[in-house]
């Protein structure tokens, strides 16, 4: 007989968690104002919410939590994190920061003033906010088989460079300060940007003298998917593949709170002294002192064992595999998910799945919030709501994709909850044809409105 597969690891220390009754959570949800955000997590029993900051951390990693040194300055976990940024990544300057939007933060303020333009693939909603923040513009350059759900392509991440051509050439390279690469692209799906592509953009970025930085909150689920799908890279390391992806890079911004394996923090890496120097002043001014910014020594300590953990393929085999085992479960009951599986989450279409709510109610919102209410799963909205409205004209934007995201936390879930999960969905997708309403909005923020959004059922 074959052996099955198994996880890479095994349960030290478990937490409880609590099934609610449909009652309990068709109550919770209206005092949350239909916004999953607002619910409490003792009202979630499954949280797929996200799968930032929310990983299990291992042994070793909290045994690195006890040997964090809290020096203001100079403090060994600085080094330590330093260490594992030059070996597994290959940068020589770096800044800590409390996340990845607040790498963002420090990164743009160096670089992004108003008028600009930074290209690349979907970028993810606080980087766009930070952009568009700045008043600049973010533009899009994803290949279109990103925009289509049912397309199969191996690297649905990657950037179309006849587009990113266009933008280049037809603009002052003064007004384009950096492209940004998203690995892999949260935004279209959890997909993977190809090597060979990395290597492109760095090249025509090279020839446009524009600096190129990596997105990199999923860097090792990218590199993983180089190894199994592109050509050349079967044998290859995780390790290895990392370094090369990097190597196509002037720097990155990082949520370690993904790949890292941590509950908190992140950092901005630089190839540049210069550039590095620069956004220093903002790192001592929005974060902390350069040495620990944002961050304190046993969360340095832990993110630098986590670097190298997350970059293990038997780990990264574990966790991609959990989230294909759930996408299959419910690609065999034929609810429209997003193929190929993207690496932290599975996408379900919702224009497919409730095709009775007009857009303007709010689709996938309206889909997450069923989930909720059958069996106390968790998932968030990517669609209108969390697209936000246009800044000049205040008009909603409807993306192309109406998505809902369930995002695996890494280390956290077992293959049951899994089962658990599908079978709510699938409950939901059989009765589909009598949720025939949407939502309203009745309260919003200017940006990133998602996170406070306040609805009312029509
Ligand atoms: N970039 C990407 C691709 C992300 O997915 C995120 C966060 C960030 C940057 C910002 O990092 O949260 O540490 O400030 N994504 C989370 C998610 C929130 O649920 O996908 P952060």
Request: glycine share 6%.
């Amino acid at each position: 007989m074959e052996l099955p597969f198994a996880e890479s690891y095994k349960i030290k220390m478990i937490e409880s968690i609590r099934k609610s009754t449909r009652e309990e959570r068709e109550e919770w949800i209206a005092a949350a104002k239909y916004n999953l955000f607002n619910l409490r997590s003792d009202q979630v029993f499954i949280d797929l919410l996200t799968d930032s900051g929310t990983g299990a951390m291992s042994d070793k990693q909290w045994a690195e939590m006890m040997l964090g040194d809290e020096s203001y300055a100079g403090a060994s976990s600085f080094f330590k994190m330093k260490n594992a940024i030059k070996n597994i990544l290959g940068f020589d300057h770096f800044l800590p920061t409390h996340q990845g939007r607040a790498a963002e933060n420090v990164l743009f303020s160096a670089m992004v003033k108003t008028g600009d333009l930074v290209p690349g693939n979907t970028h993810f909603d606080t980087t766009k906010g930070h952009i568009e923040f700045r008043k600049a513009t973010a533009v899009d350059c994803t290949i279109n088989e990103a925009f289509d759900p049912s397309i199969i392509h191996p690297f649905k991440g990657n950037i179309d460079l006849q587009k990113l051509e266009t933008v280049l050439s037809n603009n002052a390279s003064e007004r384009i300060p950096v492209i940004i690469v998203t690995i892999t692209c949260n935004s279209s799906g959890g997909q993977p940007v190809s090597m060979q592509n990395l290597k492109e953009v760095y090249k025509l970025a090279s020839q446009y003298k524009i600096p190129v930085f990596f997105d990199s909150a999923r860097f090792a689920e990218n590199a993983y998917f180089i190894k199994t799908r592109e050509k050349g890279y079967a044998d290859k390391s995780i390790k290895q593949i990392v370094k090369e992806m990097f190597s196509y890079a002037d720097g990155m911004t990082m949520s370690s709170k993904k790949d890292a394996i941590v509950n908190m923090g992140g950092f901005v890496a630089f190839k540049d002294v210069e550039l590095y120097k620069k956004a220093s002043v903002y790192n001592i001014m929005f974060e902390g002192y350069l040495t620990y910014g944002g961050m304190s020594g046993r969360d340095m300590n832990a993110l630098a064992q986590g670097l190298d953990e997350g970059t293990e393929f038997a780990y990264l085999e574990t966790r991609i595999g959990q989230v294909a085992y759930l996408g299959q479960k419910l690609l065999d009951h034929g609810v429209p998910v997003l193929v190929p599986f993207g690496g932290h989450a599975i996408f379900i279409d919702a224009k497919k799945f409730l095709s009775n709510i007009p857009r303007e109610e709010y689709i996938a919102q309206s889909l997450a919030v069923e989930i909720y209410i059958e069996g106390g799963v968790r998932a968030v909205e990517i669609g209108t709501i969390m697209a936000d409205r246009d800044p000049i004209t205040r008009e909603n934007r409807y993306p192309e994709l109406e998505l809902i995201r369930l995002a695996l936390p890494r280390r956290v879930y077992t293959n049951n909850h899994m089962d658990y999960v599908a079978a709510t969905i699938i409950n939901v997708f059989e009765r589909r044809n009598q949720i025939k309403r949407g939502y309203k909005i009745v309260s919003e923020a200017p940006i990133l409105r998602h996170f406070t959004v306040e609805l009312e059922k029509i």
